[in-house]
Nanobody, 124 residues
């Protein structure tokens, strides 16, 4: 089992920045990918950014490219640096871990474990 705990969500104004951190614990050895997704009530979960643990690939959704950066800070922490935030970035943000080599990095079906989420609110 893998436990994922997100932190760093908050309320900011348009143009502000936030740093989200996902801390992984438990049986984390063997993970191939980590990702951040976001979701609004009643909407599907959307892939935002993902990274291969090996560092060989990083993917971003078009809506955040150039503003968000995902990184593997150490063996436990996956960071999402969010700059130039917009009101449409407001959502619950979830961290996810995958032990699979296959699957699209921004597809929810690729991931085996999920955190409980951290709320990001951007006011105009």
């Amino acid at each position: 089992q893998v436990q994922l705990v997100e932190s760093g969500g908050s309320s900011v104004e348009t143009g502000g920045s936030l740093r989200l951190v996902c801390e992984a614990s438990g049986a984390t050895v063997g993970r191939h990918s980590m990702a951040w997704f976001r979701q609004l009530p009643g909407k599907e979960r959307e892939g935002v950014a993902a990274i291969r643990i090996s560092g060989t690939r990083i993917d971003y959704s078009d809506s955040v490219k150039g503003r968000f950066t995902i990184s593997q800070e150490n063996s436990k922490n996956t960071v999402l640096q969010m700059n130039n935030l917009k009101p449409e970035d407001s959502a619950m943000y979830y961290c996810a871990a995958s032990f699979s080599l296959g699957g699209a990095l921004l597809d929810t079906n690729t991931y085996d474990y999920w955190g409980q989420g951290t709320q990001v609110t951007v006011s105009s």
